[in-house]
C-alpha cells in the first residue's frame, strides 16, 4: 500500500494539473514521432543504398537544415499572426506530402531540392507547439510539460529508430510512406482536439497597450535572448552529428543498419527512462549548473565516439554520455525561452530560438561530414568535446556578467481565445 501511494504521489506532481489540450498535444507528438523513420535514416539511406558519398549526404542534410533555418523564421512569424493551429496544421500536411514525395525521388538535384522542402515543413512544427505549451501551461509548470512532451518525443524515437532499421533491411520506401502516414494521423488529432490558444489582447488594451509591438528585429536586439541562442547554436552543432555523420562513421566502421538502429534507439529509451526522475531531480538546482553540466556531457559523450572503433557497444556508450547532457538542457532551454518571451511575441521568439537548431541543421552536417571524410572520426568526435566544453563556458560567463539564465520578465495580462480555456486533466492522462 505505501509503494501505491508513493507511486500515485509521484505521478500526480509529475503529471497532474495540466490542461486537458496540453495532453491531446502530447498524443499527437507521440503518434508523429512513433513514425519519424526517414530523418535518423536519411545518411545512411543515401551513403549505404543509394551509393552517395558522405559529403553529399551532409550536403544533403545541410539543405534540409537549411529549409529548416527558413521555417524557423516563417512558422515563427505566422504563428503570431495567424494562429497556432492553422501553423501547425499546415506545416504537417506539408511535411507528410514531400516526405511521400522524397521516397519516390530520384537523381542527385531533386532529391537535394525535396530535402530542403522536406525540411521547411517539418521544423515549421516547432514554435507553434512550443507557443500552445505556453499559452496553455502556467509558468511554474512550464519546464514540467516541456519535459513532459520531449519524453513523448523520444518515446516515439526510441520505438522508431530500432523498427526502422529492421523496416529498412526489407527496403527504405516504407519507411517514407509510414513517416508521412503517421504525420498525417497527427494532423488529424490536432485539427479535431487543439483549438486555437493564441492569446488575445483585451479590449481595454487594445488602444493604448503598455506592450511594446515584438517584431523579428525586436528579438534579434534582445542582447540577452540572442545571446542563449548563440550558445544553443553551438552545443546543436555537436547534437546534429548524432543523426549525420554519426551514421556514417558507423557504417564505415561495419556497423550494421540494424545494430545502428538499436544504438540510436538507445538515446530515445534513456530518455524514456530518465527524463522524469531526472526532471524531478533538477527542481530548485542551479540552472546555470544544469546547462552547463549538459554542454559538457553532451561534448564529451561524443568525443567518446573517437575510440570506439568498430564495436557498437563503445558507440552505445558514448550514446548514454550525451543522451544525459540532452535530458538536462531541453526542458530547462525551452522553460527558460518561454519565460523570456512576451505572451504576444511567443511565435516570434520561439522562431528565433529554433532557427539556431535549424542553422545547426544546415551548418552541422556539411562540417561534420567534411571533417569525417577528410580528418577523419578522431578529429570529429574531438572537436565535438571541445565545442561543448566551450559552449559551457559561455553560459558560465554569460551568467555572471549579464545575469540572463537566470533573468525573469513578469507574466503579461493576457486574455485567452475561450476555446483554449484550461480543462483539468486526470492526473494520470
Known sequence: MLVTARFRRVVQETAGGLPRQFWWLWVST?????????VPFLAMYLTKDRGYS??????????????????????????????????????????????????????????????FLVGLFNNAT??????VIADLVPPEDRVRAYSLNYWAVNIGFGLSAALAGLIATHGYLTLFLLDAFSTLVCALVIFVRIPETRPQVAPEQS??????????????????????????????????????????DMGAAGITSTEYGLVIGLNGLLI???????????????R???????????????????????????????????????????????GLVAELAPAHGRGRYQG?????????????????????????PVVLWTTCGAVGTATAAGYLVLARRTGAVGRRRPVATEVTAPAAEPEKAPAGA
Request: proline share 4%.
Open 126 to 131: 516547432r514554435p507553434p507547439t512550443s507557443a
Open 30 to 38: 507521440l503518434v508523429n514521432k512513433l513514425g519519424a523513420f526517414v
Open 352 to 376: 528565433v530560438f529554433s532557427l539556431s537548431w535549424s542553422l545547426a541543421s544546415f551548418l552541422g552536417p556539411a562540417g561534420g561530414g567534411l571533417l569525417l571524410q577528410h580528418a577523419g
Open 54 to 115: 558522405a559529403s553529399y549526404a551532409g550536403l544533403v542534410a545541410s539543405l534540409f537544415g537549411l529549409g529548416s533555418a527558413a521555417a524557423a523564421l516563417l512558422a515563427g512569424v505566422l504563428t503570431d499572426r495567424i494562429g497556432r493551429r492553422p501553423t501547425l496544421l499546415g506545416a504537417q500536411l506539408g511535411t507528410a506530402l514531400f516526405t511521400t514525395v522524397l521516397g519516390f525521388t530520384d537523381g542527385q538535384v531533386a532529391i537535394a531540392v525535396v530535402a
Open 272 to 286: 524514456v527512462v530518465l527524463q522524469i526522475p531526472l526532471t524531478r531531480w533538477m527542481q530548485g538546482r542551479s
Open 288 to 334: 546555470t549548473g544544469l546547462l552547463i553540466a549538459s554542454c559538457l556531457l553532451t561534448g564529451w559523450g561524443f568525443g567518446l565516439a573517437a575510440v570506439a572503433g568498430s564495436s557498437a557497444w563503445l558507440f552505445a556508450l558514448s550514446v548514454a554520455v550525451w543522451t544525459v547532457g540532452e535530458i538536462l538542457n531541453m526542458p530547462v532551454m525551452m
Open 207 to 248: 488602444a493604448d497597450s503598455a506592450e511594446p509591438r515584438i517584431s523579428l528585429l525586436s528579438v534579434f536586439r534582445d542582447a540577452p535572448f540572442m545571446a542563449l541562442v548563440g550558445l544553443t547554436l553551438m552545443l546543436a552543432l555537436v547534437f546534429q552529428q548524432g543523426s549525420t555523420t554519426l551514421a556514417v
